[in-house]
């Protein structure tokens, strides 16, 4: 067990809708990343937030949108979805803002169906 | 722009030895990471180099070389479990993760 909490686990929407994605980063842990991994696909770096600043973007897409709370936990929304964007979501979160600092510790993702 | 290189499949037996190679762009070089990601499930860390040198762990050790942009994991005695995707990341000069599209090391029998 990472430490990092993803909900929901499993989630299946049709084309068109719009989805939020919710992660609690490990205790103590104030920055949070979002990666976006399609089937057999590398990790593709969409956003990081730390201390509830957006501290770097990734090729994320303008139908998503991502934010950090002041209780660090952080939600991504994803809107008018396409098939194409049927993926698992991670959510990873370390010490600092630099990863120098701490490794990333995983999530077990979110599994996103686009029907 | 920034490019990590690591081999799309590997192939090794039980109980033997495989390196998996890895090579980025050397400037603006702050460090490398290894982790390991089976099918389906989160990536976990496996190493850390920022520094030349081998750093060994159990049966896993990472090498780094930052002046030939380079670094390599090293697994021994080759276990089934051991079949995964393993991905490098660098740490570029403004310390952001890159990362490469991963290496699925098949172990057979």
């Known amino acids: 067990d990472s430490g990092v909490t993803q909900t929901p686990k499993h989630l299946i929407t049709a084309t068109g809708q719009r989805v939020t994605l919710r992660c609690s980063p490990r205790?103590?842990?104030?920055?949070v990343y979002w990666y976006q991994q399609s089937l057999d696909q590398g990790l593709q770096f969409l956003i990081q937030?730390?201390?509830?600043?957006?501290?770097a973007k990734g090729n994320i897409l303008e139908r998503f949108s991502a934010q950090q709370f002041p209780d660090l936990h952080s939600e991504l929304n994803l809107s008018s979805l396409e098939l194409g964007d049927s993926a698992l979501y991670f959510c990873?979160?370390?010490?600092?803002?630099?990863?120098?600092?701490?490794?990333?510790?995983f999530g077990e993702g979110s599994r996103l169906t686009v029907l | 722009g920034q490019n990590i290189d690591q081999p799309t499949e590997m192939t090794a037996t039980e109980g033997a030895i495989v390196q998996i190679n890895c090579t980025y762009q050397?400037?603006?070089?702050?460090?490398l990471f290894w982790y390991q990601q089976h099918a389906g499930e989160a990536p976990t860390f496996l190493s850390y180099?920022?520094l030349d040198g081998l750093e060994e762990k159990g049966r896993f050790s990472s090498f780094l070389s930052r002046s030939k942009g380079y670094s390599y994991l090293l697994l021994k005695e080759l276990q089934m479990k051991d079949s995964a995707s393993y991905l490098c990341?660098?740490?570029?000069?403004?310390?952001?993760?890159?990362w490469g599209a991963g290496t699925k090391l098949i172990i057979k029998p």
């Open positions: 050397t400037s603006g070089f702050n460090g």
């Open positions: 180099n920022v």
């Open positions: 990873a979160s370390s010490v600092g803002w630099d990863p120098n600092t701490g490794e990333l510790f």
């Open positions: 205790s103590g842990d104030l920055s």
């Open positions: 990341a660098e740490i570029d000069s403004n310390y952001q993760l890159i």
């Open positions: 937030y730390y201390n509830g600043e957006e501290r």
